[in-house]
């Protein structure tokens, strides 16, 4: 008697298993072949039939292609699987140290003022109230041209990827054979040309693909900076420049390398951290930084 008490219960439990994970698959948004499952749980068709059609009743249902999903009632307002995506857009995939679906759902589980984590978000422009983003979309889908003016100059370009970069929106577009990179906020006028289209060039897209910033340059100057050790850490734990590399040399000094496409780009980091970096080659831009910094002191000095 107790043998068969443990074979029901030991058939309970696997069923249990099953439906949960059976559950777990569609809340995430997945949709179910049952001969797929069949295979996955080495058990009869027939049994998950069961499963779908007796046990899960009202709570999945099959399409045309014979496959199941659940109902509309029992869908969640966004499927699980669809907050890795939106980590992806939103470039927070790797915030956490554990980047799980299951980290993520216990967190949001936790009421707000429980929670053992707290992001503060970084400082970002304001585009509400205009149609100018919703616009641009739809023209980088479907390939339109567009006009505008910035900076008090009109524009014909065609645009290409709206890239955020801290906490400021930018429109990658080609104007006159040059890919070119404009604020969202100084777009004015923006006229949209459903009338005609582009084809979009693989080169451009494989070069912003390969882009950690939004300065477009057809080349770039390679920078050397030697940075002191109280300012080292900061550059090691998450890069500040353009495709940055590091060592350490001797006395515990970094030795950075970057990739820069204009000295502006450069510049404002290196006066932020000084006196702990100097710039080591081009020796030109150490030469011009200097000279700025003197004009500054002289200005300051009248």
Known sequence: MSAQRANRSGKGEKLAQRLSF???????????????????????????????????????????????????????????????????????????????LRYLLEQLSIPEPHRGTQVQAIPYEKLDGTDTFAALQGAIQNHNHCRFRYRGKPRHVAPYRLIHKNGIWYLAAEEGEQ????????????????SSQFAPKRA?????????????????????????????????????LPRQQQRVDDTGALLVTTHISHIDQLLPVVRYWLPHVRILAPTAWHEQLIAGLRQTLAHWAE
Do not use: C
Not at 210 to 237: C, I, N, Q, S
């Open 22 to 100: 059976i559950l777990a698959r569609l809340h995430q948004g997945d949709v179910i072949d049952k001969h797929a499952l069949a295979r996955e749980f080495d058990v009869d068709v027939r049994t998950i039939e069961r499963d779908l059609g007796e046990r899960l009743v009202g709570i999945v249902q099959r399409n045309a292609d014979g496959q199941w999903s659940l109902t509309h009632g029992a869908r969640s307002t966004v499927p699980a699987k669809d907050l890795h995506g939106y980590a992806r857009l939103s470039g927070t995939e790797r915030l956490f140290p554990d980047t799980s």
């Open 204 to 240: 451009h897209l494989d070069y912003m693909d390969g882009k950690d910033d939004v300065w477009f340059t057809a080349g770039t100057t390679e920078v050397l900076l030697r940075v002191a050790e109280p300012a080292a850490h900061y550059f090691m734990r998450r890069p500040l």
């Open 179 to 194: 890919l070119k990179s404009f604020s969202v906020a100084r777009i004015d006028a923006l006229d949209v040309d459903r």
